[in-house]
Every structure is written in C-alpha cells, then in structure tokens.
Nanobody
Framework: QVQLVESGGGLVQAGGSLRLSCAASGRSFSTYTMGWFRQAPGKEREFVAGINWSGGRTSYADSVKGRFTISRDNGKNTLYLQMNSLKPEDTAVYYC???????????????????WGQGTQVTVSS
C-alpha cells in the first residue's frame, strides 16, 4: 500500500508556471506506475500525465503536451508535475495516483489506479 500527499498548488496568472509534488510513503514506490489527474468543477476527472516505474516512459493528454512535464525521483519517493504556460482552462484540483501491477503502457483510465492523494488546487487567472 502507498499513501500519497500532493503539494505545490496555488494561484498563478495565465502564462505562469507551477511545480506540483506528490510525496509517497509506504512500500515500493518505485514499483508503481504513477499518474496525475485533474478535476474541474462540474467536470469529470481527466488524465493529465503518467510515468512508468523507471521514468523511461511517459504519456500526456493532448491538452498539456509541450507545456507539462511529469517526472519522478524514486530515491526520494516523489512524483512531480512541472506546469508551464498555464492557461485558465488548467484550473482544477490536481490528484496524483499510483497504479500497481504490470502495465505495458501508462494507463490513462482512472479506474486502473489503486491509490489516490487528496488533491491540490491549481487556479489560473486570466
């Protein structure tokens, strides 16, 4: 089992940057595929980015490609999301999630993730 705690959210102007972190505790962080999801008011939770256990494989939603970068530091049990060129439509609660088990590709469906953090609010003003 793994516990996840996000941090780094806040209020930023359009065009600005934020770096989210997700600290993991528990066993075997390095064995999990990790993902970032977000949920805006009145909308369903959506996949943002994912990364495999080694960091060698990543996946991004089309809406964030070229602007967001996911990374992980297995030595520090931490997942990151660097968000640049932020837009008002990026406003949402951002969640990190961990998927156990073997995955040949990074999962994009939330139901394939076993553990979730509590979320951190990101607000982008225009």
């Amino acid at each position: 089992q793994v516990q996840l705690v996000e941090s780094g959210g806040g209020l930023v102007q359009a065009g600005g940057s934020l770096r989210l972190s997700c600290a993991a505790s528990g066993r075997s962080f390095s064995t999990y595929t990790m993902g970032w999801f977000r949920q805006a008011p009145g909308k369903e939770r959506e996949f943002v980015a994912g990364i495999n256990w080694s960091g060698g494989r990543t996946s991004y939603a089309d809406s964030v490609k070229g602007r967001f970068t996911i990374s992980r530091d297995n030595g520090k049990n931490t997942l990151y999301l660097q968000m640049n060129s932020l837009k008002p439509e990026d406003t949402a609660v951002y969640y990190c999630a961990a998927a156990g088990g073997p995955h040949s590709v990074v999962p994009v469906k939330s139901l394939l993730y076993d553990y979730w953090g509590q979320g951190t609010q990101v607000t982008v003003s225009s």
